[in-house]
């Protein structure tokens, strides 16, 4: 993968059928389609994808949700496709994210992570975010408890 082949833009009506295999793909199904329609209509949530062009088709090879609360983004949604990991793409989609925030006049970023989710964890606390505090037993499905993570935007 050649990172000039990527786009970055966001998520529309005719992405809802792909970012549910997404979805399903790299969480076992979090949102449904209907709530990716209700996200998409927000206009307090904001919700980019990076696609790939393969052999002229256009493939969306990862997600990236916030909703702006008040001064906050809360980051909803991280993720890259699991062929395509490990090649930067989860810090560009992070570093979009946040610019996007910070154009909306936000002031801070926060989300939770599991504790056990290492890479997730390395990408966040290299972009500055810290450990605010912890959700006991935040996952039902595992039982393991979620860190707070935050971090200053301006
Ligand atoms: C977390 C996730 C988005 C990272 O995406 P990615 O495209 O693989 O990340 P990048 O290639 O941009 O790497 C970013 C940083 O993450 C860390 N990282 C990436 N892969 C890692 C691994 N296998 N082990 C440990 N740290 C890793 C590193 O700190 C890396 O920075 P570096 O390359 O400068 O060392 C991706 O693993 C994913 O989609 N996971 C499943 C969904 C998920 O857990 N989302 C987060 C929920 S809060």
Redesign the pocket.
């Known amino acids: 993968m050649t990172l000039e082949k990527i786009k970055l833009k966001p998520l529309t009506e005719e992405h809802l059928t792909e970012i549910i295999e997404l979805d399903q793909l790299?969480?076992g199904g979090l949102w449904s389609l209907e709530g990716y329609k209700r996200e998409i209509e927000s206009p307090n949530s904001t919700l980019s994808i990076i696609t790939i062009n393969i052999n002229n088709k256009e493939k969306i090879i990862?997600l990236g949700c916030f909703w702006a609360i008040v001064e906050e983004a809360h980051?909803t949604?991280?993720?890259?496709?699991?062929d395509?990991?490990?090649?930067?793409?989860?810090?560009?989609?992070?570093n979009h994210l946040l610019e996007e925030a910070i154009k909306k006049g936000l002031e801070r970023a926060t989300?939770?992570?599991?504790e056990h989710?290492?890479?997730?964890l390395?990408?966040?606390?290299?972009f500055g975010f810290t450990v605010a505090g912890k959700r006991k037993k935040y996952y039902q499905a595992t039982g393991a408890d979620a860190l707070i993570l935050w971090k200053k935007l301006i």
Do not use: M, R
């Open positions: 790299c969480f990862a980051l949604i991280l993720a890259v496709h699991p395509f990991q490990k090649q930067g793409l989860g810090k560009i989609l992070l989300l939770e992570v599991s989710n290492q890479t997730a390395n990408l966040y606390q290299k």
